[in-house]
């Protein structure tokens, strides 16, 4: 069979620091659409939409300690999870035509375990980009942060940080669904109005735009925090921590705050878990993905009747990835920032 070209995106070296479009290259390589013979656990795709999320700086970072399986190496293609379309497979849970979603590479084809793919997609009734979004990783993260590890109940005060975006915009959703009274931060006008206008929070200010952050959170929560989905770190845990109520919980989901600094912050607050019996919990979605049929059973029917909202940032061809990418850590995106490879 004949070679095709596949353009892919590759990681120049380790980044340190702020991330640049120039960390990383746009290649033009070749694959032949075919499965190496008496192959049987590998899947040729064709790449239709790929996730930009923060998470990916920490792949590119040179490993320190343990190293995370998925970090990137220098010289190699960046991956992330995305919404493709199975070419061949050499593998029986999967047939050609088959749409799944799961960890494949930054480029147009990919020739990949049949171990990565996540699932194999079923409802086509909803865009399919949302399978980066709302029904894939993000999702999953926002139900399981917010349900299992914040454990609500009606009526309690959540304030989420990031709250425009992939996992942010959901989790202040969930909550409202939930009954409780939330509030979220975000870094621009547009992205506070997006908050209470579309998402439906009760509340919402330009983290920017406060001098004292304990001041404003005292100001939205003169009685304190019942849950704090955490995705920032820093200086906004610090001013949380001071205002959380005794029993209160913290989903620790991420922290993009840290993400790009050569020495972390300090947070100095961290007493006040002992004092108001406060319970943090990190998480990562891959610890909840046998809840998944029970998320879809949740969510699809909200996404249908237009109950749950979803913001996508849309970013056109490989050669917009590595700006979509690092567009993420100076609040460019708003919303889910998905990156379009080809349409179905």
Known sequence: MA?????QVILNDYVTGFPKESDMTIVDSTITLNI???SNDLVLL?????SCDPYMRMLMSKPQGTANPLAYTPQSTIASR???KVLESGHEDYKEGDLVWGLTKWEEYSLIPAAQILLKIQHTDVPLSYYTGILGMPGLTAYAGFFEVGSPKKGENVFVSAASGAVGQLVGQFAKLHGCYVVGSAGTKEKVDLLKNKFGYDEAFNYKEEQDLDAALKRYFPEGIDIYFENVGGKTLDAVLLN????GRIPACGMISQYNLTQPEGVTNLAHLVYKRIRMEGFNSADFFHLYPKFLEFVLPHIREEKIVYVEDIAEGLENGPAAL?????GRNVGKQVLVIARE
């Open 3 to 7: 070679q095709v070209n596949n353009k």
């Open 36 to 38: 190496p013979e008496g």
């Open 46 to 50: 064709k790449n239709l939409y790929l």
């Open 82 to 84: 995305g919404v493709s």
């Open 244 to 247: 959380m109520r005794i029993h």
């Open 326 to 330: 690092v567009g993420l850590f100076s």
